[in-house]
């Protein structure tokens, strides 16, 4: 079975501090996919990256990076400088080839970003 | 480009009470998925759809009922609303290209209530 683990139910920072959001995966299939999306307060669900298994380059873009261990089942991602405008529930999610393209998601982490 | 739109934004109902929810795509997906969202429980699959004509049942289908009879449009049905309904109901879609799974779109979401 699949699943999607994010420790972090909630996470409080001030503005310019970096943070890390957690997340941990489960899944029997050899080739799977991994996603990150955010959800800021107006509730739209907002894509930010997609890793596949078979590529463990580390993606950065702009002040978002994410870090794919295989060996830890991990994808975390972590936000530099952050901002207010990062406040948002943010979500991990899987599929993977033997999945029909159903997503499994991660029960989500609230970041708050005081000024 | 709307990309994925649903139909309606909020709706409150009796128990009991039938509806619809309309989704629609107009980025000539294969894939279409309906997901409902409660408090600290992330996303969770309903049903969806591989393609026209084709429904599945996802993590918790009962109680719903779905069809894609067109490519572009999947349509959630409630027959008997109860109370334990009431959630955020969002739609998405996506693309199967060259057998990789690629990022989930999501409509912006119905707000649904049964009272």
């Known amino acids: 079975a699949q699943k999607v683990t994010q420790a972090q139910t909630e996470i409080s920072v001030v503005e310019k501090e970096d943070v890390t959001l957690d997340c941990v995966y489960e899944t029997r299939d050899t080739t799977y996919y991994l996603f990150w999306y955010k959800q800021p307060p107006s509730g739209e669900l907002v894509f930010l990256i997609r890793r596949n298994s078979f590529d463990e380059q580390n993606e950065i873009s702009g002040r978002y990076s994410w870090n794919f261990q295989k060996s830890t089942s991990s994808f975390n991602f972590t936000i530099t400088a952050s901002q207010v405008v990062d406040s948002a529930v943010y979500f991990c999610a899987l599929t993977g080839d033997n999945q029909g393209g159903k997503l499994i998601f991660g029960q989500g982490t609230e970041l708050s970003v005081k000024p | 480009n709307a990309g994925v739109t649903q139909t309606p934004k909020f709706r409150v109902l009796k128990t009991g009470q039938s509806m619809t929810l309309l989704c629609a795509q107009d980025?000539?997906?294969?894939?279409m998925y309906w997901y409902r969202q409660d408090p600290g429980m992330g996303l969770r699959l309903i049903h969806y759809s591989v393609g026209e004509g084709t429904t599945a049942k996802g993590e918790v289908p009962d109680g719903y009922n779905v069809s894609r009879l067109k490519k572009q449009n999947f349509l959630l049905g409630l027959e008997s609303a109860a109370p334990s309904q009431t959630s955020v109901y969002f739609c998405a879609s996506s693309l199967l290209l060259g057998l990789r799974y690629n990022e989930q779109f999501f409509g912006p979401g119905t707000r649904l209530t049964v009272l």
């Open positions: 980025m000539n997906h294969e894939y």
